[in-house]
């Protein structure tokens, strides 16, 4: 059964180095997000992509993020300058269409030192 | 934006017993419920969902219902079993924003 997959599993990187993380949506989807879990704490919602295009994204996605889809297969997040708060696990997400049921990635642990 | 509430926060029951938990969602346009799964360090897995044109979906030992009139939705776990224990998520979407709730770490005492 196609999964998506994300690398790093784990990284850890120094407070204002950039970081890019890694997915892999599952093939035939057409619809990309990312959310963001603080240890502990609930699934957030990040960003919604499409198209090449941002779809939607929530009030916690600001300037320091941005995402990318730079060839058919993966589709990135970039956080800028990263922060001490940054740190947390990023899951990726698919699905095949609009509204439809989003399969999660296996995450990257992010941790800022 | 959507707010999504959740209760409760832990939840321990007998090997066999019912468990149910609660979400409410606050944007009344929201229209797909899905409920998730989450073992400690491992991605959230999808379980069951519900879209609101539906008010009950069932699934083996697992239900969920909807009150789109009190804007509520309900996870029934029936004959839980200990490979049950772990933390479930609520989630309210709207167009592709989801919005989860703040989770229940569910424990099935054997």
């Keep these: 059964e196609p999964e998506v997959t994300q690398t790093p599993s784990h990284q850890v990187t120094q407070m204002g180095q950039e970081v890019i993380l890694r997915c892999v949506p599952i093939s035939n989807h057409l619809y990309f997000y990312w959310y963001r879990q603080i240890l502990g704490q609930k699934v957030e919602f990040l960003v919604s992509f499409y198209n090449n295009e941002i779809s939607e994204k929530s009030e916690i996605f600001d300037d320091q993020f941005s995402v990318e889809r730079p060839d058919g297969s993966n589709f990135t997040l970039k956080i800028r300058s990263t922060k001490l708060e940054d740190s947390a696990m990023y899951f990726c997400a698919s699905s095949v269409g609009w509204g439809e049921t989003q399969y999660f990635g296996p995450g990257t642990r992010l941790l800022v030192l | 934006g959507e707010n999504v509430e959740q209760h409760p ?102």
């Design chain 2, 9 to 110: 926060s832990t939840l321990s029951v007998q090997e066999g017993d019912s468990a149910v938990i609660k979400c409410t969602y606050s944007d009344s346009a929201s229209n797909y419920f899905p409920w998730y799964k989450q073992e400690l360090g491992k991605r959230p897995q999808l379980i069951i969902d519900i879209r609101s044109n539906v008010g009950e979906k069932k699934d083996q030992r697992i239900a969920v219902t909807l009150n789109k009139t009190a804007k509520h939705f309900s996870l029934h776990i029936t004959e839980t079993q200990p490979e049950d224990s772990a933390v479930y998520f609520c989630a309210a979407s709207l167009n592709n924003d989801m919005r989860f709730g703040a989770g229940t770490r569910l424990t099935v005492k054997p």
